[in-house]
């Protein structure tokens, strides 16, 4: 139970690689605030894991994008959960659209901006005050492996997620001799919904079959596969734990190979 007694707040936890790390930590006997924008979903993972394991949790919806919606979660969570601030928090929430350069409108660009940059930077500012307080703490930034390199059409969300990458590795360098870590995981292509949009996307815009689509993103790793939810997750559980106490400032991939820095 290399988690207990702690409490993580999980943002994007409907879902995807959300779901898969608030099981995960669930597993180690973490108590759990997990959060999304679409209720039904963050409700029923509180519910499964309710009924899996026996563990604190409690779900609400937070826009992340927005820095008071941010702050009346993190209330929430320390109202529902013992008054107790979180000692792990996982920026998971974001989004990830297409869209030609020149193409690619003001509402788009902050979109990504907001949700994917602003919003980890919102629940960092909320967290780390008292991680540090305490002389411990985790923060897991989920970003991507566009946040490393670039590729055509995502000029906003590659740009969101360099951006978190940089917050990543100045805010741990601020808080390294204060017991905190903060690092980022960046997934390749994952098998999740936002993954389902790319091939439908890829459809859209080539004329391929959905099989045909699926096989040019697989092709993209040289394992020739999508990373699995579980995979992320594992790598998000070592940094939480104090197995991963000596790991700070890093951004580290879990793609495949396909990006080799």
Known sequence: MRLAGKLALITGAGRG?????????????????????????????????????????????????DSEDVKEFFLAAYNGLDHRAPDI????????????????????????????????????????????????????????????????????YAAS???VLGLTRSAAMEVATKGVTVNAVCPGYVDTDMTTRAVENIRAKTGRGAEEALEAIKGMSPQRRLVTPAEVAA???????????????????????????
């Open 89 to 156: 928090l996982v920026n998971n929430a974001g989004v990830a659209e297409s869209s030609k350069f020149a193409e690619t409108s003001d509402e788009f660009w902050r979109r990504h901006l907001d949700i994917n940059l602003s919003g980890t930077f919102y629940c960092m500012r909320e967290a780390l005050p008292s991680m540090t307080g305490r002389g411990w703490g985790r923060v897991i930034n989920v970003a991507s492996i566009a946040g490393k390199t670039g590729a055509p059409y995502i000029a906003a």
């Open 161 to 163: 997620k360099h951006g």
């Open 235 to 261: 790598l998000a559980l070592l940094l939480a734990s104090e197995d991963g106490r000596g790991i700070t400032g890093q951004a580290i991939n879990v793609d495949g190979g396909a990006v080799l820095f």
């Open 17 to 65: 690689i959300g779901r898969a790390i608030a099981f995960a930590f669930a597993r180690e006997g973490a108590s759990l605030a997990l959060c999304s924008r679409t209720a039904d979903e963050v409700n029923r993972v509180e519910e499964e894991i309710r009924r899996e394991f026996k563990v604190d949790v409690m779900s609400d919806v937070c826009d992340v994008s």
